[in-house]
């Protein structure tokens, strides 16, 4: 949780993926997080959290749907969104809170 905490503190926005391994639209997201990776390039981090193994995670975030994306800058959530999401509003997501 620590270690959480100090990611989501950075100064560049930190894309948290709350998922579980057996959800479908989880499996969705999967190739549309590798090319927001290839959009944003270092500029921001992608993370993804499997709530099954980090249940305090999940509980402190309130996460109830998966897949759940939030974005992080500074230790604040800045935007948060439940279901599959399309590549460019995630993109544009990150990009606004750069």
Same mark, same amino acid.
């Given at each position: 949780?620590?270690?959480?905490?100090?990611?989501?503190?950075?100064?560049?926005?930190?894309?948290?993926?709350?998922?579980?391994?057996? !959800?479908?639209? !989880?499996?969705?997201?999967?190739?549309?997080?590798?090319?927001?990776?290839?959009?944003?390039?270092?500029?921001?981090?992608?993370?993804?959290?499997?709530?099954?193994?980090?249940?305090?995670?999940?509980?402190?975030?309130?996460?109830?749907?998966?897949?759940?994306?939030?974005?992080?800058?500074?230790?604040?959530?800045?935007?948060?969104?439940?279901?599959?999401?399309?590549?460019?509003?995630?993109?544009?997501?990150?990009?606004?809170?750069?």
């Amino acid at each position: 949780m620590d270690k959480f905490d100090e990611l989501i503190a950075s100064s560049k926005p930190v894309l948290v993926d709350f998922f579980a391994t057996w !959800c479908g639209p !989880c499996k969705m997201m999967m190739p549309i997080l590798e090319e927001v990776k290839e959009k944003v390039g270092d500029s921001a981090t992608i993370v993804k959290v499997d709530i099954d193994k980090e249940e305090a995670l999940s509980d402190k975030y309130g996460i109830q749907v998966v897949p759940t994306l939030i974005i992080f800058k500074e230790g604040k959530e800045l935007w948060r969104k439940s279901g599959v999401q399309s590549l460019a509003s995630v993109v544009a997501a990150l990009e606004e809170n750069m």
